[in-house]
């Protein structure tokens, strides 16, 4: 049985936008450099031959994958997310008790997720630590760095 995946409505799209473009652009854009690098002669040592097979193996799977995903997908609806806890849709604003920093994520199903961006996935360690908490909770989180603790601040959609 497949886990569900919790998507907001902006991620649920981006998915289905990579979906289109993967199976209406790059098939075919993979498609014609096969057939050019077939056009070249002897294709058993033909390296664009090969490089393009590889892509459209490529190509295939990250097609597969998301269809898999998008059988699974449980939308969040934004209306319904509550604020008096950390779960996922929520942004929440966190003290770091052992530098005094502030910071704030949002908390987001996993093909979501981008830490860069401040997105973190609910079962990564730290989105795993938060939910649940409320304001004013001290969260203690293990990564392979040490212990990170972080006082929850503010919750909000």
């Known amino acids: 049985m497949e886990k569900e995946i919790l998507l907001t409505a902006e991620g649920l799209k981006k998915l289905e936008e990579e979906l289109d473009y993967l199976k209406n652009v790059r098939r075919r854009e993979v498609a014609d450099r096969i057939k050019t690098a077939i056009g070249f002669g002897d294709i058993s040592e033909n390296s664009e031959y090969d490089d393009a097979k590889n892509e459209q193996a490529f190509v295939e799977a990250r097609i597969a994958a998301l269809e898999r995903s998008l059988r699974h997908v449980r939308l969040i609806d934004e209306n319904e997310i509550a604020i008096d806890q950390v779960g996922v849709g929520t942004t929440v604003r966190l003290r770091d008790l052992d530098n005094n920093d502030e910071l704030e994520y949002t908390l987001v199903g996993s093909p979501e997720a981008n830490p860069m961006q401040g997105r973190i996935s609910n079962v990564s360690p ?7 908490r409320r304001v004013g909770d001290v969260v203690e989180v293990e990564v392979p760095a040490g212990i990170l603790r ?8």
């Open 126 to 132: 730290v989105g795993k630590a938060l939910m649940g």
């Open 150 to 157: 972080y006082e929850v601040l503010e919750i909000r959609r």
